[in-house]
């Protein structure tokens, strides 16, 4: 008999991935972390207890090796779709569709790969456990546009309409389909990633931003959302730091007094 439920986690190697792995394993979760970088995953792996997978979500082979990995281990009770990101921060006119293409492969039609693959092994889990989830990472970028994200905000849209969809096609089934759209957070490599590894203009969105939102924020979300008694369906969850209303109003400078935070 199973003690534990499983979870799978993909862009699990830094960032929300790899808090969200180290937050369910402290709730007692069994997890496969799934990401391209081996050595992150052993890492992580060490430090946590968590199963991995090396496995590239934008390659149909991989995504088919994870489901045979997983189809062999049992049920499957959770996915946590997070494998994502932005490149670049070019104008419609001016960027590349290299980039577009690859932000679109990752974000949209890697979401769309690993729910395929593992949707048999969820619907398993529902009968095993009472219910199931499917739970993607969007932004913020997928319901406001903003100058110089198009090809971000394009991928995010469209992920957020896969989810939209996917709702209704499992309608009637004890699956939860959930959303978590997170606004700025301070991660070691999103911003890096997306300006091509120039560390100036990456920390420079963050300077003089009072509290940003951190990886185990949004870990905290999606393990709540997930945790949650399963007649509860948050379908979307939006999180953002203080500091920001929206993609193009953000606060620089202090907001928190200098107290301890309660």
Known sequence: MRLAKRVVVTGASSGIGAATVRLFRAR???????????????????????????????????????????????????????????????????????????????????????????????????????????????????????????????????????????????????IRVLEVAPGMVHTEEFSLVRFGGDREKADAVYADVDSPLVAEDVAEAIVHAIELPRHVNLDLVTIKPVAQASPTKLTRGQIFGTGVPT
Request: charged share 25%; net charge negative.
């Open 28 to 174: 007692g979760w069994e997890v496969v972390a799934v990401a391209r970088r081996k050595d992150r995953l052993q890492a992580l792996a060490e430090e946590t207890g968590a199963g991995y997978v090396v496995a590239d979500v934008t390659s149909d082979a991989d995504v088919e090796a994870l489901r045979e990995r997983l189809v062999a281990e049992g049920p499957l009770h959770a996915l946590v779709n997070n494998a994502g990101g932005a490149i670049g921060l070019g104008s419609v006119e001016s960027s590349s569709t290299d980039d577009w293409a690859r932000m679109y492969d990752i974000n949209v039609l890697g979401v769309k790969r690993v729910i395929s693959a593992l949707l048999p092994l969820l619907r398993d889990g529902a009968k095993d456990g009472g219910v199931a989830d499917i739970l993607t990472v969007t932004s913020i970028a997928g319901y406001v546009p903003y100058e110089g994200g198009a090809g971000y905000n394009a991928a995010k849209f469209a992920a957020r309409a896969l989810m939209g969809v996917l709702r209704l096609e499992l309608n009637g089934e004890p």
